[in-house]
């Protein structure tokens, strides 16, 4: 009785752990990013060395299916957008062509339209020399005697050597005999089949790649947007970064700059590039402008015939910066008559001729190397004694 107990008490425990198990498997969190699934061929099977086999996978993307990268034995072997490119759960279909016998690990890897990647969905696939046939069978053919009622047989006839045949059994367990190919011949040496398909080998087409800017001629400041649209690449690279292999990107170089696109394929990698010209924008803003400063505003001098007339430099950027000066003297009250005017000047000061007993004013402006004018500086005023 204390055994039965035991026993019980241990079945229940076992169940007790199972049902905890599945609890916990419930709460996982459910995958969000990225996926990718192989539909065929599948996983395990074997498939005829030098025979293309058409890999069908899905991929699912919740902003959108990009592309979707099968590689064989980790080395990327193509690269192809779905059958419903943008669409959030796709069908591709991806030819791959087995050239040697053995194992192969085939995976496949689904991008979305941001270039996030999803975990790779893997097969295991076995390449073997033929097609398998069927179960093994050792099928007999043999003569009938004489059919002649009358006939009395005076020795045994011939029975050719059986002929063997062999094949695989099929998955239903139910052996299929392999029809004869050929007729035996009187020694009962079979004459093997003429071989009736030769293996067609597909190249990898070339890679096409179309890559360009909506404009390369720039001021600076301004954006533009590069493109491309790349097909039978494995891998494709902007400026070293890895990207879908369709889609564009805004860019906005501060100077003239190259962009490279690199794309590898088993055809042999191929490069591009585009160059934006990025010119400087022109100056349209004026110098400031300078300011008199000998004679001081309002001052009067004793007779001379020369007068200095000094301002106080500017500077710009668009340099270099050059000046202009304009004297008047006053002929009667408000009513002033030009004397002479300089220009363009790369000092700060001018020599004038003046005579005693006169009322001046003059003023000064500045020009910059893109030819942007300054204002004129406010009239400063001096006067000229009489001896």
């Known amino acids: 009785m204390n055994t039965r107990r035991l026993l019980w008490r241990f079945i229940l425990t076992l169940a007790l752990f199972a049902s905890i198990g599945g609890i916990l498997s419930c709460g996982q969190e459910v995958q969000t990013g990225p996926r990718a699934w192989i539909d065929y061929p599948r ?21 959108g299916v990009a592309e979707v ?40 890897v689904t991008y979305d339209a941001n270039g996030e990647t999803s975990n790779p969905a893997m097969i295991s696939i ?31 006839p011939e029975i050719p050597p059986p002929i063997t ?4 059994p099929t998955p239903t367990g139910t052996p299929e005999l392999p029809t004869p190919t050929f007729t035996p011949t009187p020694t009962g040496t079979p004459e093997p089949p003429t071989p009736t398909h030769t293996p067609t080998v597909t190249p990898w087409p070339p890679v096409q790649v179309d890559f360009r800017a909506d404009d390369t001629s720039l001021v600076q400041g301004e954006c533009t947007t590069l493109r491309w649209d790349v097909e039978y690449a494995t891998a494709v690279y902007l400026n070293g970064g890895g990207i879908p292999g369709h889609g ?3 860019v906005c170089p501060a100077s003239t700059t190259t962009y490279d696109l690199h794309m590898e394929a088993p055809g042999g990698n191929v490069d591009r590039s585009v160059t934006i010209n990025v010119s400087t924008p022109p100056d349209t803003t004026p110098p400031p402008v300078p300011s008199p400063a000998v004679p001081a505003d309002g001052l009067e001098i004793d007779c001379k015939s020369s007068q200095t007339l000094v301002w106080m430099p500017v500077s710009d950027p668009s340099s270099p910066v050059v000046y202009y000066v304009k004297l008047e003297r006053q002929v009667s009250p408000g009513n002033w008559q030009s004397v002479h ?20 004013r003059w003023t000064v402006r500045a020009q910059d190397g893109a030819g942007n004018y300054s204002d004129w500086a406010p009239w400063s005023h001096f006067s000229i004694r009489l001896p």
């Open 43 to 63: 996983d395990k099977s074997s498939v005829p060395v030098g025979t293309p086999v058409s890999v069908i996978s899905h991929g699912y993307a919740r902003d």
């Open 69 to 108: 990268l099968l590689s064989v034995d980790g080395e990327a072997y193509r690269r192809d957008p779905p059958a419903q490119p943008g669409a959030s759960f796709s069908e591709v279909t991806q030819e791959w062509l087995p050239q040697e016998e053995g194992n192969y690990t085939l995976q496949v």
């Open 126 to 156: 076995r390449v073997v020399g033929e097609v398998a046939r069927g179960p093994t069978a050792t099928p007999t053919i043999t003569e009938a005697p004489p059919t002649d009622a009358t006939a009395t047989p005076t020795s045994t």
């Open 165 to 168: 045949q062999t094949f695989t």
């Open 248 to 250: 564009t990107q805004q």
């Open 341 to 360: 005017g300089w220009g363009p000047v790369s000092g700060k000061q001018v020599d004038a001729s003046v005579q005693c007993g006169l009322y001046y």
